[in-house]
C-alpha cells in the first residue's frame, strides 16, 4: 500500500543515499546527488551550480531531488522556476505535473539514469531487474523515464496472490452482505475474489476454466483488470507481479520471466525484454458486485479463503479507506477534469478497434442502457451504487428493465449470466469485456481515443 506523503517523508529520512552505485558519473549527476546527499552547504553550492549552468535538461533530476532531499522544498521550486522560465508552485506534486505537461523537454539522459539507479537501487536492491541502463534509454522506453515514480514499497512489497486457496460460499462467513468482490466466471468456472483482502495484494495470478489469467488490481486508479497471460512468442503463461514503481499514478507491473515492466492499464510492456515486440493482454469480463448479489447468481462460486499465506488486515474497509474515501490523489497526473471529477468512476471497454466510457452515475437514472460503440451495437447492465456494470453485444435489439428482469423490445424476457445473454429459444448474445476505473486513469491513457457516453 502506497504511503501518504508525509510517510514518505518520514521513511526517506532514514535512507542515508550515499554516491555509490552510480553507473556513470558525470558532472550533472554530481550536482543532482549533492542536492540529494549533501550537507545543507554543498546542497546549497550546488543548486546554485545548476541555476548558473541554466538548462531545462536538469529539470527531471532537480524534480527527483526535491522529493528525496531533506532541503527545503522552496529551494529546488526556486531553482526549478530559474532553468525553466516557468513557475509551476512549491511542491514536488505541482513540478511532476508540469513535467507531464512538457514532454518537450528532454532530460540530460546520462545524468537522470544514473539518478534513478542511485536513488532507488538504495531503496532496494532488487529494483535492478527493472533498472538495467540499456532499457532505460529514452529511445527503449514506451513511457518517459522521468514520469516513472517510486511508490512507497519495495519490489514485491505488494505480494501477489498465486493460486491462492478457495473455499465454498457458504464457508465464507468472513464475508459481509455488502462486500464488494471481483466476479469472474470462465468455461463454468465461477470465483469471488474480495476487494478487501485483493487491496492487499493487487494481483492474482490463476488458471480459471482452463485460462491462464491475472487479475491486476490499481487501487490508486480504481481499476481491476482481467488479462489472459499467454501471450504470442511464449510457450508459458507470464506470471506477474507489482515492481513497486507506478506512472501517472497507475501501477507498473512486471513479469517474472523477463521482468519487463507493463503498464497495468493498457496491458503493454512499456520497458524491458517485450518492450518494442507489439504484444497486448487480452482482456476478459470481470464485475465488480457486492457479494449479496453474487453469491445469488451464482450459488456455486468459491471465493479467496483468508488463508493467504500473508498477515494482513483483511477487515472490510480496512485497506485504503482513507485514499478511497477522498476526492484527492497521492500521485500527480493530469486530469481533465471539465466533465468529470479525477475519481469519478467509469466503466470502459476496449474493444472492436475503439475505447468508450461509460460514467457510472449514468446508471442512476436507469439499469439499462442501449448504446453503441464503433459501430456495434451494445446493451449495459449496470447498478451505480454496488460498481456493478456488465456489457454485451445487442445486436441491434433494445432492452429495458433491470438484470433479474431484463426484457427487449419485443417483449421477450432474457437471462442475464456471466457469459451471455440468452434468450428463451436459446439465442446467446455474448458478454464485451471492460472494467471500472477512476476517471482520471481512463481519461489518462486513453481520452484522447476515447468516446465518451453523454446521456
Not at 67 to 82: I, K
Not at 276 to 291: D, K, N, T, Y
Not at 390 to 414: C, H, I, M, P, V
Request: net charge positive; charged share 20%; with cysteine.
Amino acid at each position: 500500500m502506497p504511503l501518504t506523503r508525509r510517510q514518505f517523508a518520514t521513511s526517506l529520512a532514514g535512507l542515508g543515499l550515499t554516491p555509490t552505485m552510480a553507473f556513470a558519473a558525470t558532472p550533472e549527476f554530481d550536482m543532482l546527488m549533492a542536492t540529494v546527499n549533501g550537507p545543507g552547504d554543498a546542497a546549497f553550492a550546488a543548486l546554485k551550480q545548476i541555476r548558473e549552468r541554466g538548462q531545462p535538461d536538469l529539470a527531471a533530476g532537480v524534480i527527483m531531488a526535491m522529493r528525496f532531499s531533506r532541503l527545503p522544498v522552496v529551494h529546488f521550486a526556486q531553482t526549478l522556476s530559474a532553468i525553466t522560465g516557468e513557475d509551476a508552485g512549491d511542491t514536488w506534486f505541482d513540478w511532476m505535473l508540469w513535467q507531464e505537461r512538457n514532454p518537450q523537454i528532454i532530460p540530460h539522459q546520462p545524468s537522470l539514469i544514473a539518478m534513478k539507479r542511485e536513488i532507488y537501487l538504495r531503496i532496494d536492491p532488487n529494483f535492478e531487474v527493472f533498472l538495467a541502463p540499456r532499457y532505460l534509454r529514452r529511445d527503449k522506453m514506451a513511457i518517459r523515464l522521468e514520469e516513472i515514480t517510486w511508490g512507497g514499497v519495495r519490489k514485491d512489497g505488494i505480494p501477489s496472490l498465486d493460486n491462492p486457496a478457495l473455499i465454498a460460499a457458504a464457508q465464507a462467513t468472513y464475508m459481509r452482505d455488502d462486500n464488494l468482490v471481483f466476479g469472474v466466471s470462465i468455461n463454468g468456472d465461477t470465483r469471488a475474489y474480495p476487494l478487501r483482502i485483493m487491496g492487499w495484494h493487487e494481483m492474482f495470478n490463476e488458471v480459471i476454466g482452463g485460462v491462464p489469467v491475472a487479475l491486476a488490481y490499481c487501487t490508486l486508479c480504481g481499476a481491476g483488470i482481467l488479462f489472459e497471460t499467454k501471450v504470442r512468442g511464449r510457450s508459458k503463461q507470464l506470471i506477474f507481479g507489482s515492481s513497486g514503481f507506478l506512472y501517472r499514478s497507475n501501477k507498473l507491473m512486471f513479469d517474472r520471466a523477463t521482468n519487463s515492466l507493463w503498464n497495468q492499464f493498457t496491458g503493454k510492456p512499456v520497458s524491458g525484454k517485450l518492450m518494442g515486440r507489439g504484444l497486448e493482454l487480452q482482456q476478459r469480463p470481470v464485475v465488480i458486485a457486492p457479494w449479496k448479489d453474487w453469491k445469488r447468481n451464482n450459488p456455486d462460486t468459491r471465493v479467496l479463503s483468508l488463508e493467504t499465506g500473508h498477515r494482513r488486515n483483511y477487515g472490510s474497509g480496512v485497506v485504503y479507506q482513507d485514499y478511497f474515501a477522498s476526492r484527492d490523489l497521492i500521485f500527480p497526473t493530469v486530469v481533465d477534469q471539465s466533465r468529470h471529477r479525477q475519481k469519478d468512476y467509469v466503466f470502459g471497454i476496449r474493444e472492436f478497434g475503439g475505447a468508450k466510457a461509460w460514467p457510472l452515475k449514468a446508471f442512476r437514472r436507469k439499469k439499462v442502457i442501449n448504446d453503441s460503440m464503433q459501430g456495434r451495437p451494445l446493451v449495459l447492465i449496470g447498478d451505480n451504487k454496488g460498481r456493478t456494470v456488465r456489457a454485451y453485444e445487442s445486436n441491434g435489439a433494445r432492452f429495458s428493465g433491470t438484470a433479474q428482469k431484463l426484457t427487449s423490445d419485443d417483449g421477450t424476457r432474457w437471462q442475464v449470466t456471466e457469459d451471455a445473454l440468452i434468450a428463451p429459444d436459446g439465442l446467446r448474445l455474448p458478454r464485451v469485456a471492460g472494467h471500472v476505473a477512476y476517471w482520471f486513469a481512463w481519461n489518462g491513457y486513453l481520452g484522447a481515443e476515447s468516446a465518451l457516453y453523454d446521456g
